[in-house]
């Protein structure tokens, strides 16, 4: 199976400020089949991105996605009070589906 | 608007079976488009894919899980069900149910499932 690395494992960011996550594949991607998810506490996760680079229905345009193989980014450009959460790649490229072990990004 | 709510025990005991439903409403179980999946989440840890059911009855188990798996579908009810056999508590988790088209769109709120005695 495909092994999701994310990194780093906290951001620590102010109000505003721009975030840059990594999500490393063990191997390559398929077809640039690669998902970000958003999660707050006590809530279910978020769908924000596919095909890498994808905004989903609703997602503001401050969220953005990059790369190919296996190196991927999500980007915050500015971020907002509410982007304070757990961030979540997955690959579904491969057979079974796996997650990153996640991203946590926290108010400094 | 697509709406996904899981039921089923909060606990569990170890050795028995989890036994979770996911009600589907605003939308069709039936869609040709779409597979069901379950998902689960311990406690302050990430993200485990367990699998997926068309609603022709067509799966798809995470190999890591695949012998204690079995999920089924009632369209009639528009319902998908999962059936986790010989737990432990490496399985406490909140379980979701989501609609997938490659991705998971659509979540339900989850259900937390505790195994302990």
């Known amino acids: 199976e495909i092994v999701l690395t994310q990194s780093p494992g906290t951001l620590s960011l102010s109000p505003g400020e721009r975030a840059t996550l990594s999500c490393r594949a063990s191997q390559s991607v398929s077809s640039r089949y690669l998902a970000w998810y958003q999660q707050k506490p006590g809530q279910a996760p978020r769908l924000l991105i596919y095909?890498?680079?994808s905004r989903a229905t609703g997602i503001p345009d401050r969220f953005s996605g990059s790369g190919s193989g296996t190196d991927f980014t999500l980007t915050i450009s500015r971020l907002e009070p509410e982007d304070f959460a757990v961030y979540y790649c997955q690959q579904y490229g491969n057979s079974p589906e796996t997650f990153g072990q996640g991203t946590k990004v926290e108010i400094k | 608007q697509l709406q996904l709510q899981e039921s089923g025990p909060g606990l569990v005991k170890p050795s028995e079976t989890l036994s979770l439903t996911c009600t589907v409403s605003g939308g069709s179980i039936s869609s040709s488009s779409y597979y069901w999946g379950w998902i689960r989440q311990p406690p302050g840890k990430g993200l485990e894919w367990i699998g997926s059911i068309y609603y022709s009855g067509s799966t798809s188990y995470n190999p890591s899980l695949k012998s204690r798996v079995t999920m089924s579908v009632d369209t009639s009810k528009n319902q998908f069900s999962l059936n986790l056999s010989s737990v432990t508590a490496a399985d406490t988790a909140v379980y979701y149910c989501?609609?997938?088209?490659?991705?998971?769109?659509?979540w339900g709120q989850g259900s937390l499932v505790t195994v302990s005695s």
């Open positions: 095909g890498a680079s």
């Open positions: 989501a609609r997938q088209l490659r991705v998971f769109d659509y």
